[in-house]
């Protein structure tokens, strides 16, 4: 079965791809979180949300395999890296009261996935303290016990947390392929640059389709 994408058409095999969702967090994307608080424009990365649910609703409906990311923090903070709490020079950084509770820490409201792609109890969710999905963190052993090889990532933000773990599952040998629909920045020109860096030199990262060519494979 292939999908049409970029550089060249997907090799889909359903039982050994996964569904990965990247840090749809309420922080990043609700209006009145961290990241607007931040001064960024959240609708740039609401406009994934319906594209997200339809994709979510299809694999789900088809049995296969979905995981979710998040990424924070300890609530002692021990897991988070001076470096990262300090840089940005913000007067509120992670850790502090944020407008959904303490800002990227596991357990506040604000860390958690927004309800219209809120995980099933079955459904793995990755605790994450850095950008990339398989930095300190059993994703890798989750997937290789499951028989995974290929995984479609979603989420956000398409140059932070998505190219991140893009670029960290390729060197682990998965194949990943990106529907452009369901990845978004809080900056045009990132979201375009971004998708262009996985395609490029003849998929250097992996592939770019939209939702619509994977839910036509699906059904
Ligand atoms: N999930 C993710 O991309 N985390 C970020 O910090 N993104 C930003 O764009 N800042």
């Known amino acids: 079965m292939t999908i049409d994408a970029e550089p060249y058409a997907f090799e889909f095999e359903p039982t050994k791809c996964a569904l990965l969702i990247i840090d749809m967090q309420r922080d990043f994307l609700e209006p009145g979180g961290f990241g607007e608080m931040l001064g960024n424009d959240v609708s740039q990365l609401r406009r994934t949300i319906a594209p997200n649910q339809r994709l979510l609703a299809a694999w789900r409906a088809a049995g ?3 995981l979710h990311t998040r990424e924070g923090h300890r609530p002692d903070l021990t897991d988070l890296p001076p470096a990262k709490k300090i840089r940005g020079r913000s ?6 009261a944020g407008p959904m509770g303490r800002i990227l820490v596991r357990g506040e409201a604000g860390h958690d996935i927004i309800a219209e792609l809120y995980p099933l109890p079955t459904e793995p969710v990755i605790d994450k303290p850095g950008k990339g999905a ?4 059993d994703l890798h052993a989750i997937l290789q016990n499951r028989g995974i090889t290929q995984l479609v990532v979603t989420g956000v933000t398409t140059e932070v947390c998505v190219n991140t773990t893009v670029r960290e599952a390729n060197d682990r040998g998965y194949d990943c392929l990106v529907p452009a629909d369901c990845v978004g920045s809080y900056f045009p020109e990132f979201q375009e640059m971004g998708l262009k860096m996985i395609k490029a030199q003849g998929g250097i990262f992996g592939w770019v389709s939209d939702s619509e060519k994977i839910l036509a494979a699906l059904s």
């Not at 398989?134 to 963190?137: K, L």
């Open 64 to 66: 296969l395999q979905v």
């Open 91 to 96: 007067a509120t950084c992670i850790g502090d």
């Open 134 to 137: 398989f930095f300190a963190t």
